[in-house]
T-cell receptor, first 115, second 114 residues
Framework: KQEVTQIPAALSVPEGENLVLNCSFT??????LQWFRQDPGKGLTSLLLIQSSQREQTSGRLNASLDKSSGRSTLYIAASQPGDSATYLCAVSLLGSGGYNKLIFGAGTRLAVHP | DGGITQSPKYLFRKEGQNVTLSCEQN?????MYWYRQDPGQGLRLIYY???????QKGDIAEGYSVSREKKESFPLTVTSAQKNPTAFYLC?????????????FGPGTRLTVL
């Protein structure tokens, strides 16, 4: 059974720091891995999607890496800003038993960036 | 504007009541999904639908029901059989249910049992 774990559960940093969020998964047979952002009481916004054949993806100050063999992904946020404060969720994509795109989510890392 | 809308934003239910959460999308997506989110846990799939008039149970379907009579609508009913319904409910859609198609999420409905 695929399980996704995110460490740390919460993180508080001063503005300007570079930081790393971690995601691990137990079964390497994934199709892709996705990082989402969730603001309090809101839906999910996709940040980066890494296909299983890729090693990393970049978007602005965000960089996500994937090591499928070791079951790990990291989300690197450069020069953090208070606007980055949110919960960051990691999800892996599997083939569900009904032949659909099944996403397995981690519990998230709650990030607070203070001025 | 294209997107996914969910209503209401907040919903309160008394013990023993059925309630229905609305999800509408104007993205012309074939596939739609319902997830439940509890504090400190990841999202869990309740039901999904790959096409109109078809839907399948996800990992935690007990106490829930859905219908898919129109392509743009996928309402979720939380029945009285769901013993712990207080949670944040998220609807999503994708072009199809194939693995290469990204899921897009709505803003969510917070359900509280009084």
């Amino acid at each position: 059974k695929q399980e996704v774990t995110q460490i740390p559960a919460a993180l508080s940093v001063p503005e300007g720091e570079n930081l790393v969020l971690n995601c691990s998964f137990t079964d390497s047979a994934i199709y892709n891995l996705q990082w989402f952002r969730q603001d309090p009481g809101k839906g999910l916004t996709s940040l980066l999607l890494i296909q299983s054949s890729q090693r990393e993806q970049t978007s602005g100050r965000l960089n996500a890496s994937l090591d499928k063999s070791s079951g790990r992904s990291t989300l690197y946020i450069a020069a953090s800003q208070p606007g980055d404060s949110a919960t960051y969720l990691c999800a892996v994509s599997l083939l569900g038993s009904g032949g659909y795109n099944k996403l397995i989510f981690g519990a998230g890392t709650r990030l607070a960036v203070h001025p | 504007d294209g997107g996914i809308t969910q209503s209401p934003k907040y919903l309160f239910r008394k013990e023993g009541q059925n309630v229905t959460l609305s999800c509408e999308q104007n993205l012309n997506h074939d596939a739609m999904y319902w997830y439940r989110q509890d504090p400190g846990q990841g999202l869990r799939l309740i039901y999904y639908s790959q096409i109109v008039n078809d839907f399948q149970k996800g990992d935690i379907a007990e106490g829930y029901s859905v219908s898919r009579e129109k392509k743009e609508s996928f309402p979720l009913t939380v029945t009285s059989a769901q013993k712990n319904p207080t949670a944040f409910y998220l609807c999503a859609s994708s072009i199809s249910a194939r693995q290469r198609d990204t899921q897009y999420f709505g803003p969510g409905t917070r359900l509280t049992v009084l």
